[in-house]
């Protein structure tokens, strides 16, 4: 991330606080903690994959199933690996792992790693099928709702993202 964000953010969240607009303790107590340790673990992740190889051993395995074939299908296989990652862990986390291993294949490939990390994460955002996104979480006790009910009205949904995103992609980023 630019410095320069980091140092206005700082001076927003500071200026919020000596405002009055909020006090410490519910600036504190804003923060989603959660969140913070799952990224302060995942981040060294990302990077141990990076400098250890792994990422580019991944993308190598992967870049041999779609090797030769029609590009569409590279973009297609990283929204549905980017897709299958959210539903596993939290969409932030997803793409800090994706991030490394994505842009191996994009270099590999000779595409623009910039934009295959793009469409990494705008499809961890393609989390219809599991509640594990936090507003389908607060949807489900509130509605009565169970998995099965996401999955059944998720599933085209994703189907939808997918077609629409790799195809935005293809078109405008290839």
């Known amino acids: 991330m630019d410095q320069s964000i980091l140092i206005v953010l700082g001076i927003l969240a500071a200026t ?8 410490m303790q519910e600036a ?11 990224l302060a673990g995942l981040i060294p ?15 190598g395995q992967l870049m041999a199933l779609v090797q030769g074939a029609h590009p569409i299908f590279l973009l297609l296989s ?3 690996l980017s897709t299958a990652f959210s ?5 932030v ?9 994505v842009m191996s294949m994009a270099s590999m490939s000779q595409l623009n790693p910039r ?17 594990t996104h936090q507003v389908n979480a607060m ?18 949904m994703t189907l939808l993202f997918l077609l629409v995103v790799v195809s935005v992609f293809y078109g405008f980023y290839l």
């Open 93 to 101: 986390g997803a793409i800090v792992v994706l991030a490394p291993l």
């Open 78 to 80: 990283v929204a549905v």
């Open 16 to 23: 919020v606080v000596l405002l009055g607009v909020l006090s």
């Open 87 to 91: 539903l596993l862990i939290y969409n």
């Open 139 to 156: 949807l489900i006790s509130a509605g009565g709702y169970r998995n099965s009910d996401y999955l059944k009205a998720g599933s085209g």
């Open 115 to 131: 934009n295959l990390a793009l469409l990494a994460a705008v499809c961890t955002a393609n989390s219809f099928i599991l509640p």
């Open 28 to 38: 504190y107590q804003a923060i989603d903690w959660k969140v913070v340790f799952l």
């Open 45 to 59: 992740l990302g990077l141990a994959m990076q400098k250890t190889g792994t990422a580019d051993l991944l993308a």
